[in-house]
């Protein structure tokens, strides 16, 4: 099956830094790949949709300035957390749609740490 | 819009009994629905996935389950737990096109008692 990769899987920074996750998609490429946010014993919160070539689409109540995604290839999307807080401590999980499918690959997911 | 519910936060069912995980779904156009497996510390694994065709979806781990349009149901059964069963599960809904982002249900945590 299709395998998406995520790094680093566990990440601690200081507050008021900024921490970069990569998604990977392995062995496909992915003209769209999504974030999503999940907190303790909680559900996947979805974040944004992230489009090769263009701008993400955020959902509401995300904020665009605070998590920049960035998807230069058909097979690489960032997300960026800048200025971090404690309160991005979070689980995050990305994944990529093979195109026609409707199916995700999710990747393993990142856990941040803010100190 | 699309919303997913799914019943029960934890379900405990013993070791070789059945196992029932409850999803309903909201959907104006046809949908494609998931359940997704998740262990602790990791990212989602898909069971199984219901697109077009046969309603009763067999998936991996012996787990299946069926699409019912009339009750608007995705419920996920398997005839026989096991220990190596005990995760989160995640009924999710998306559009019936591709490269649609899908909502996720709560979540549903199974644990199996000896």
């Known amino acids: 099956g299709a395998v998406v990769s995520q790094h680093p899987s566990r990440v601690i920074c200081k507050s008021g830094t900024s921490v970069k996750i990569e998604c990977r998609s392995l062995?496909?490429?992915?003209?769209?790949m999504f974030w999503y946010r999940q907190f303790p014993k909680k559900s996947l919160m979805l974040m944004a949709t992230s489009n090769e070539g263009s701008k993400a689409t955020y959902e509401q109540g995300v904020e665009k300035d605070k998590f920049l995604i960035n998807h230069a290839s058909l097979t690489l999307s960032t997300l960026t957390v800048t200025s971090a807080h404690p309160e991005d401590s979070s689980f995050y999980i990305c994944?990529?749609?093979?195109?026609?499918?409707?199916?995700?690959?999710f990747g393993e997911g990142s856990r941040l740490t803010v100190l | 819009a699309q919303s997913v519910t799914q019943l029960g936060s934890h379900v405990s069912v013993s070791e070789g009994a059945l196992v029932l995980l409850r999803c309903n779904y909201s959907?104006?156009?046809?949908?494609?629905l998931f359940w997704y497996v998740q262990y602790p510390n990791q990212g989602l694994q898909l069971l199984l996935k219901?697109?077009?065709?046969?309603?009763l979806v067999k998936g991996i781990n012996g787990f299946e389950a069926e699409f019912k349009k009339s009750e608007t149901s995705f419920h996920l059964t398997k005839p026989s737990a096991h220990m190596s069963d005990a995760a989160e599960y995640f009924c999710?809904?998306?559009?019936?096109?591709?490269?649609?982002?899908?909502?996720f249900g709560s979540g549903t945590r199974l644990s199996i008692r000896p």
């Open positions: 219901y697109t077009t065709g046969a309603t």
């Open positions: 999710a809904v998306s559009e019936y096109s591709s490269a649609s982002k899908i909502i």
């Open positions: 959907s104006s156009v046809p949908p494609y």
């Open positions: 062995d496909f490429q992915a003209t769209t």
């Open positions: 994944s990529a749609s093979i195109a026609g499918t409707g199916e995700l690959f």
